[in-house]
């Protein structure tokens, strides 16, 4: 074989086959034409950045490209497994393969939606008012049904009145600082998918 | 998972119980099919539906679900009765040999210590005969003693005879001795079998039992601690290893620390109560003999300079639950008005359920109600939903944009425990915000308001650690380096947990995650991967340790020091995972001390991780008994065999009954098909109901129908048909399929229907549908039950009715 890296080797698979053909399976050839042909791909002269597949625990590596474009806006143009890794060396799903759709979507929520008790449509609200609006039910909730000790005269400082669960799609860390945060908060109903 | 993905190519059996991973975990299922073409793997697959998995398998075996305690009671009673169990290692390796005191005893499905009132167990007489003198454990190696755990065992399986297996699974008698056979070979030293499973097989009121089941069959085997073997469990969420790690769960703390218990006073009372204890002189105890240092450290870690020696620590400071508060629990405590608000982010608990009407009514009971996602959910929606009139439900509702995986960095672990980091790829969409950023920014608004307004028990909102730049934009870097830990006095990373204090100098935010993030920077950024299988590979094991980071100590087989025999030689030498080399411990990071030589008659036993120093075939870690037993599922048209007397879970908890609710039970009369629910290759839960190409490939919502029942209904494939339990119903088309059938069971035929999750009244589907997918919800149907251990709901086995509309 020629000396062509693996990963110049799947450049070239991606630069695709009317090369080769162009060239008669002339190798040589193809890794020449190729190269020329690589300028012209979306994701010529893009970022190439690591992720890992958001979808089930297997833990897909992905590798992303992005470029900036003349506006300052960052575009995702394309996600695809990465041939490194020794799970999934390149291979994905049919969900990790479509998960540009999910990292960009036209159906994301886009600011911080209000329903008052009773109301019967969402109200768009301002950050500062949903985080102030919670910060005061669970300050709250938590004064109304925190129990310090408990009937045998225990020590338990306990939230009994609020609940917390998520986390599958957290990062670690942030996992992480939930469980610190809640705990602190005083909270004992603290769940994630683990048993669901 | 004790191995990892990659591992699985070394087993030369795979067993597959319940899951689906050739659809369900598709790209890891490479890895058992470099078993199979390879090294000629065989692959055995035991599952209610016959699937793609079923299809590359070497043998299907149609079994009922929430039976597998039945079949893998009679693989150990196969394995016992003929002597093909792993000789050296069982008698070494395993408490075989332990002997338990009397008292302990078994009859007509109960174990001794029954309290039917309380519906729960004494478990006093579920330990073993002690030394009066050293308190440690007897034993009998010739494993001849009729109170040796090997005994005993042996007489609690002898009733799973391959006749009585088959009237429980239905499986037929032939097929399941081809099995045993197969299985049977795996006790040879040079043989390895490996156990692969998902989230479904706990969903079962026996579900903890189940597990433990395949854990036991492969103590017997030899086969926990090696490449190639384990107890593989396929985890269903990117990230779902990683938080379980970092204990978002009710009963523990970060790296599995239990949460402390009301009455435990000092850090001394609550290692006393929650650390194993040594009952064996050979027997380490590291877990026992640390647990206190980790938990110092953790509390140092999170207090500060609050957590003092004379304060244990800020001990108090650490909520104490007064029982249960698992998932079920949380609803259940709504239901009883006693729950005020609910914070859910990338979860959600409408299409979840079980009995998502019931839940629904839940959320309907709350003050107010958080949703941090993405994209809308079934509850953050759950107040306008089909049928619901949103101006009777009082609920507050919140709806946060939260930033997708892609947006952030921070590190994911899989299955296999690899911490695998990611790049922030793109800036957040619209108004979108990390969720961490949403919760610290929440928090220091609570902070704010007892600061000026004073109110309940403030010390540990007021003293909680915020060592962040920015403290209401902590970055996932600076928490990541905050969870490996550090040394206070030199300032410096922790390099190993066994270097962890408790005089409340070091600091660890989760130790099992310590050595992860070093002064040297982020190993789980490594990224020797297979570009150079030599140099990254070198024992051409799968271990790639440059690859991310794996915890514990970047190890990727647990408990590996069980890969040798007495004298540190591999097993099989062709699949080593640690072995001695006269001088030290070479290969996967050592699961042991990396010089201890195993000839020293000091040595230590290989299980370091527990009291015993070897792997438990009888256990008291469980509050449904010390071996698992078969129990019917709480809904099931026929009575245990075994035991009609006690046919389900005896222990289960039926939060229903206990809360003075109406029973939500339905029986075989009413409702006379099994049914059971799992997903799709194209989707993921729910989130996936918003992903365009996804929708495309699978569309709409249906059920699974075996044939030989659509006949005598006269359903076709196409047909619209309502599946009904006692607690709500479903109406989607049928799938008319062969992939299930009847089967036989205690003599009478029954019939299972598959469910597939996806669907609900949230996303692209509901969108283009008349009823907005108003009874699309596949959890209506499931029952409010689960696991008596872990309270894992019984998603997989329970009773319904099947009309054509």
Not at chain 2, 58 to 78: E, K, M, P, Q, S
Not at chain 2, 124 to 131: G, I, V
Not at chain 2, 176 to 201: E, R, S, W
Not at chain 2, 477 to 483: G, H, L, P, S, V
Request: net charge neutral; glycine share 10%; proline share 6%.
């Amino acid at each position: 074989m020629p000396t062509a890296t693996r990963r110049e080797f799947l450049k070239i698979g991606v630069a695709g086959a009317s090369a080769l053909a162009a060239a008669g399976l002339g190798f040589d050839d193809a890794v020449a034409e190729s190269t020329k042909i690589q300028q012209q791909l979306r994701i010529a002269g893009a970022k190439e950045l690591h992720s890992v597949c958001p979808y089930c625990a297997v833990g897909c590596s992905l590798v992303a490209y992005t470029r900036q474009n003349s506006d300052g806006k960052v575009e995702l143009l394309q996600i695809e497994g990465d041939p490194d890794s020794p799970v999934n060396e390149g291979r994905l799903c049919p969900k990790g393969a479509t998960a540009m759709q999910l990292a960009v979507s036209p159906r994301r929520v886009e600011s911080p939606q209000y329903r008052a008790p009773g109301a019967t449509g969402w109200k768009s609200v301002s950050w500062d008012f949903v985080l102030d609006k919670i910060a005061q039910n669970i300050k709250a909730s938590r004064d109304a049904t925190f129990v310090a000790t408990d009937g045998n005269g225990n020590t338990v400082n306990r939230t009994e009145g609020i609940a917390f669960a998520g986390g599958a799609a957290f990062s670690s860390e942030e996992g992480y600082f939930a469980t610190k945060l809640m705990r602190s908060l005083g909270l004992v109903h603290l769940e994630q998918q683990a048993r669901v | 998972m004790t191995n990892h993905w990659r591992d699985i190519k070394n087993a030369d059996l795979i067993l597959i119980n319940g899951a689906n991973p050739a659809e369900a975990h598709p790209v890891g299922f490479q890895w058992f099919m470099r078993a199979k073409l390879d090294r000629g793997a065989k692959i055995v697959h035991a599952d209610p539906r016959f699937t793609r998995t079923s299809a590359v398998a070497d043998t299907y075996l149609r079994i009922r679900t929430g039976t597998d305690v039945a079949y893998f009671g009679g693989l150990i009673n196969h394995v016992l009765q003929n002597n093909l169990f792993h000789d050296v290692y069982v008698r070494n390796y395993t408490n075989a040999s332990f002997l338990v005191k009397d008292g302990y005893a078994f009859s007509d499905g109960l174990f001794s210590g029954y309290n039917a009132s309380t519906r729960s167990y004494n478990i006093a007489s579920w330990s073993y005969d002690t030394d009066a003198a050293t308190g440690f454990a007897k034993r009998d190696l010739t494993l001849q003693n009729p109170r040796s755990v090997f005994q005993l065992m042996k007489q609690h399986y002898s009733r799973y005879t391959p006749d009585v297996v088959s009237s429980i699974t239905g499986i037929p008698v032939d097929d399941f001795n081809k099995v045993a056979d197969l299985v049977g070979q795996m006790g040879k030293p040079d043989k390895v079998m490996t156990i692969v499973y998902a989230v479904g097989l706990t969903h079962h009121t026996t579900g903890g039992q189940l597990i433990r089941s395949g854990a036991v069959l492969q103590l017997l085997l030899g086969n926990m601690g090696r490449p190639g073997g384990g107890m593989n469990a396929e985890r269903g969420h990117a990230n779902i290893q990683g938080n379980t790690d970092h204990a978002i769960s009710w009963e523990i703390l970060p790296g599995y620390l239990k949460i402390p218990a009301p009455g435990q006073k000092t850090i001394a009372d609550y290692v006393a109560q929650s650390a194993p204890k040594k009952s064996d002189p050979n027997s380490w105890n590291f877990f026992g003999l640390n647990y206190g240092k980790f938990m110092v450290s953790t509390l140092k870690g999170w207090y500060g300079a609050a957590a003092t020696k004379s304060n244990e620590f800020a001990f108090n400071f650490i909520p104490k639950p007064a029982s249960n508060a698992s998932w079920m629990t949380i609803y259940d405590q709504a239901l009883k008005g006693k729950m005020e608000g609910l914070m859910l982010s990338g979860m959600t608990a409408a299409s979840i359920g079980p009995d998502s009407n019931q839940v629904r009514q839940a959320l309907a009971n709350l003050k107010w109600l958080v949703v941090m996602d993405a994209l809308p959910t079934t509850s953050s929606e759950f107040w306008h939903a089909p049928g619901v009139d949103a101006g009777q439900v009082k609920t507050e509702v919140f709806m946060l944009p939260a930033t997708h995986w892609i947006e952030k960095d921070g590190s994911f672990v899989n299955s296999g425990r690899w911490s695998q980091w990611k790049d922030q790829v793109i800036p957040p969409q619209g108004q979108a915000r990390h969720d961490h950023w949403i919760l610290a920014d929440i928090f220091q608004r609570v902070k704010a308001l007892y600061k000026s307004g004073g109110g309940k028990f403030p010390d540990p909102i007021m003293s909680l650690t915020f060592d962040y730049k920015d403290p209401t934009k902590p970055e996932l870097d600076e928490i990541a380096k905050e969870i490996n830990g550090k040394d206070l006095g030199t300032g410096k990373q922790m390099t190993s947990f066994a270097n962890l204090k408790d005089d409340g100098t070091t600091t660890t935010g989760d130790w099992i995650y310590t050595g992860s993030y070093l002064d040297s920077g982020n190993l789980m950024k490594r990224r020797a991967g297979i570009q150079d299988p030599k140099a990254n590979d070198p024992t051409g094991m799968g271990f790639y340790a440059g690859w991310a980071w794996s915890w514990p100590l970047n190890r990727r087989v647990m408990y590996n020091r069980a890969s040798a025999d007495l004298d540190g030689k591999a097993w099989d030498p062709s699949r080593p995972g640690i072995t001695w080399n006269g001088k030290s411990w070479v290969g996967d990071v050592p699961d042991y001390p990396a010089t201890m030589d195993p000839h020293d008659p000091a040595a230590w036993l290989p299980f370091i991780m527990n009291g015993e120093g070897v792997g438990r075939l009888f256990s008291n870690g469980m509050v449904d008994g010390p071996f698992p037993e078969h129990y019917e599922p709480i809904e099931s048209p026929v009575a245990n065999p075994l035991h009609a007397a006690n046919s389900a879970s005896p222990v289960a908890f039926l939060y229903d009954k206990a809360a003075g609710r109406p029973d939500r039970f339905g029986t075989a009369t009413e409702f006379p098909y099994i049914a059971t629910s799992y997903r799709l290759t194209e989707h993921e839960h729910y989130v996936t109901q918003h992903v365009p190409h996804l929708v495309q490939l699978q569309p709409k919502p249906f059920v699974e129908i075996p044939a030989e029942l659509a006949g005598t209904k006269g359903i076709k494939s196409g047909d619209r048909v309502r599946v009904s339990s006692k607690r709500g119903k479903v109406e989607v088309l049928a799938l008319v399929t062969k992939r299930l059938g009847p089967m036989t069971v205690a003599g009478q035929t029954v019939y299972q229907i598959g469910i597939p999750i996806h669907w609900g009244y949230v996303g692209i589907s509901a969108d283009s549908d008349p009823s907005h997918g108003r009874y699309w919800l596949a959890n209506a149907l499931t029952p409010f039950v689960g696991d008596a251990n872990a309270r894992t709901p019984e998603f997989k086995a329970f009773l319904v009715n099947l009309e054509k509309i």
